[in-house]
Structures are given as C-alpha cells and as structure tokens.
Nanobody, 124 residues
Framework: QLQLLESGGGWVQPGGSLRPSCVASGFTLDYYAMGWFRQAPGKEREGVPSISSSSGRTYYADSVKGRFTISRDNAKNTVYLQMNNQTPEDTAVYYC???WGDGIYETSDPYDYWGQGTQVTVSS
C-alpha cells in the first residue's frame, strides 16, 4: 500500500520552530517531486514549499519565504519541513504530497499521493 505519513506537528509559541517530517511507505521517493501544503479553517489549501526529485530546485510561497525550508533525504524516504519564526498565521493542517517527475509544483494538481496531515498550532 502506497502511503505518506506526516509527523512532528504540534503547538508552538509565536517565534518558535517545528520540523514536521513525511515518510513514504510502499514506494520510493527518488523519482517524485515533493510538496508541503497547508489548509487553515475556512481557507483554501495553499502550496507552501516544494522540492524537485533530483535537481534540488525549490519553490517557496511568499508567505513562508525566509522562514521555512524544505529538504529531503531519499535514503530515508523522508521529506522535512523546517519552520522557523512561526506566526499565528501558520496555524493549519499541513499535508505532504508526492508528484512524479523532477519539477517544482506549486499547485495540487500534479501530485499523485497525499498524506493525512498533521496539525500545527501557533499561539501564545
């Protein structure tokens, strides 16, 4: 069974950091571009960062540029999202997604597999 499983969400105070991770099972991430999306209550799903499968290219939404970093460890079949200097506006359910190819995909359409999501709450 092909699955993506996120972990590492939780609660953090404004200005704090979290590092969710996403592990793939049933397939290898070597040939997949990876992305993190988030969805806050009452808002549309937003592509946050994405990373290509092998060339290392990345994309960041303006809302997280300079604060978030996406990385991957193909040997561990895992993708990470380092989130620093967080604000209450970062509160959302965060999803990882895998899409075939070496592109950087800003929208959800190219992604084939999705995780169940991990809640991130930023509040004092």
């Amino acid at each position: 069974q092909l699955q993506l499983l996120e972990s590492g969400g939780g609660w953090v105070q404004p200005g704090g950091s979290l590092r969710p991770s996403c592990v793939a099972s049933g397939f290898t991430l070597d040939y997949y571009a990876m992305g993190w999306f988030r969805q806050a209550p009452g808002k549309e799903r937003e592509g946050v960062p994405s990373i290509s499968s092998s060339s290392g290219r990345t994309y960041y939404a303006d809302s997280v540029k300079g604060r978030f970093t996406i990385s991957r460890d193909n040997a561990k079949n895992t993708v990470y999202l380092q989130m620093n200097n967080q604000t209450p506006e970062d509160t959302a359910v965060y999803y990882c997604a895998a899409g075939w190819g070496d592109g950087i995909y800003e929208t959800s359409d190219p992604y084939d597999y999705w995780g169940q999501g991990t809640q991130v709450t930023v509040s004092s």
